[in-house]
C-alpha cells in the first residue's frame, strides 16, 4: 500500500509561479512511477507529467511542456511539480498519483485507471 499526500497548491495570479510536492509513504513506495493529474470543474481529470522512479525521462501533456517541470527525490520519496507562467486554464484540482513503471509505456499514462494509487488533491487557482 502506497499513500500519498500533496501539497503546495495555492492562489496566484497569471504568470505566477507555484510548486506541488507529493509525499509517498509505504515500503516501497520509490520503486512506483509518479505523475500529475489536474481536474477542472466539469471536466474529466486529465494527464499532466509523469516520471518514472528511476527519473532518468520525463512525459508532459503539451499544454504545460516549456513551463512546468516534473522531478522526483527518492530519498525523500517525494516528487515535485514546479509550474511556471502560470496561465487562468491551468486552474484545477491537481493530484499526485502512482503506478508500476509500465503505466509510462505507450498511451496507457494518460489513462487515470492504469493508476494504482491517489493521493487527495491540492487546488491551484490562478487569476487573470
Known amino acids: 500500500q502506497v499513500l500519498l499526500i500533496e501539497s503546495g497548491g495555492g492562489s496566484v495570479q497569471a504568470g505566477g509561479s507555484l510548486r506541488l510536492s507529493c509525499t509517498a509513504s509505504g515500503r516501497t513506495a520509490s520503486t512506483y512511477a509518479m505523475g500529475w493529474f489536474r481536474q477542472a470543474p466539469g471536466k474529466e481529470r486529465e494527464f499532466v507529467a509523469a516520471?518514472?522512479?528511476?527519473?532518468?525521462?520525463?512525459y508532459y501533456t503539451e499544454p504545460v511542456k516549456g513551463r512546468f517541470t516534473i522531478s522526483r527525490d527518492n530519498a525523500k520519496a517525494t516528487m515535485y511539480l514546479q509550474m511556471n507562467s502560470l496561465k487562468p486554464e491551468d486552474t484545477a484540482v491537481y493530484y499526485c498519483a502512482a503506478g508500476v513503471d509500465s503505466v509510462l509505456y505507450g498511451s496507457t499514462r494518460f489513462q487515470p485507471h492504469e493508476y494504482d494509487y491517489w493521493g487527495q488533491g491540492t487546488q491551484v487557482t490562478v487569476s487573470s
Open positions: 516520471i518514472p522512479w528511476t527519473g532518468w525521462t520525463t
